[in-house]
């Protein structure tokens, strides 16, 4: 007994690893935060700007082909996409497969067959003629109200007789379910991009940030202009200059990089708390476009948007030594 215990167990440990997804194996490989990020030297800043670069390129690489692995998919499917439009066609206006054939040769139409054949799926979905349609636009507010309530109970005996009308409103509900969860899905997307945009604005935004910026540069500048053959006096100022410079920028990082490393650990707490938000996007989006087309999303295209988030919050950390301006190591 023990021994079928263990090897289901093992089984389980097994599928587990073969069912994990590139999200999970991105995760995995995001480094930690620097212990210290303004007392770094310079050659540990330059390895771990590096060694962040070189995974965001790999995973950036990873986008791109699974970018063109789903449109190569789509573009090898194609006559299932044009094979569902017709079907739906077929469905919502009551084309018979010549009429589909026919559309299919549109350029080969004459004007009369295509005024002809839009005249007839007028009339299926709408149950009126184009003519009448246009007479319609003409009609007074109490003709036009007539003619819905006349409308109206004719397209419910209709309805209640026609052996096709689940199809059409079984196909119309699915469209409108699916367009209707997927901008829902866009909505939170949207929302968790503008929620981690947040977290560094204020940074970037804060005026006293500038203004120490433009001072260093105002003493930079003067101590430029000085540089040559000086006087001990001279030396002086620009020694007093140097230490200026220094200490400001020792400061720039004391106060900003603590903000912007709070930022960064809020930025992946967010992308790790909103990774079955990434996935229900992946997912509405490939139901979507199976009920638009009738062709399935390739497993690896309901990840772009966990990954792209992962790919995003590697740039930003990418950028934690940004506020460091000052190597003690360089003097």
């Known amino acids: 007994m023990k ?18 997804t590139r999200t999970q194996e991105y995760m995995k490989k995001i480094p930690a935060l620097p212990k210290d990020s303004c007392n770094a030297t310079r050659s540990s800043v330059e390895g771990f700007v590096s060694q962040v670069s070189a995974l965001r390129d ?24 044009e094979a569902n439009a017709m079907k739906q066609m077929a469905q919502m206006y009551g084309m018979s497969q010549a009429d589909i054939n026919k559309l299919k040769n549109a350029k080969d139409m004459s004007d009369a067959d295509k005024q002809a054949l ?3 799926m007028v009339m299926q979905q709408a149950n009126m003629s184009m ?46 379910q699916s367009g209707v969860a997927q901008q829902a899905a866009i909505s939170k997307i949207n929302e968790i991009t503008t929620r ?26 003067q101590l430029t202009s000085m540089m040559g053959i000086v006087s001990d006096g001279e030396a002086r100022i620009m020694d ?80 934690v030594y940004r506020y460091k301006l000052y190597y003690s190591d360089e003097y």
């Open 118 to 120: 839009a005249n007839k």
């Open 3 to 20: 021994r079928i215990l263990l090897i289901l167990v093992a089984a389980g440990i097994v599928h587990t690893g073969a069912a994990q």
């Open 240 to 319: 007093s200059l140097s230490l200026r410079i220094q200490n400001e920028q020792i400061a720039y990082c004391n106060k900003y990089t603590p903000q912007y490393r709070a930022a960064l650990r809020k930025h992946l707490q967010t992308v790790k708390a909103s990774m079955p938000d990434y996935k229900k996007f992946g997912d509405i989006n490939a139901e979507t476009t199976k009920i638009q087309t009738g062709i399935d999303m390739p497993e690896e295209g309901k990840e772009l948007a966990s990954l792209e988030a992962i790919a995003d919050y590697l740039r930003a950390l990418g950028e």
């Open 58 to 81: 790999e995973l950036v690489t990873e986008i791109e082909g699974i970018r063109e692995a789903v449109d190569s998919h789509m573009e090898s499917n194609a006559d299932v996409a």
């Open 196 to 221: 981690i945009a947040a977290l560094y604005s204020p940074i970037e935004k804060d005026p006293e940030r500038q203004k120490m910026l433009d001072r260093m540069k105002a003493w930079n500048n």
């Open 131 to 176: 003519d009448e349609a246009k007479n319609l636009s003409k009609m007074s507010e109490a003709g036009r109200k007539a003619y819905a309530e006349a409308y109206a109970v004719e397209a419910m005996a209709t309805a209640q007789n026609d052996p096709n009308q689940e199809a059409k409103s079984n196909n119309a509900k699915n469209m409108y």
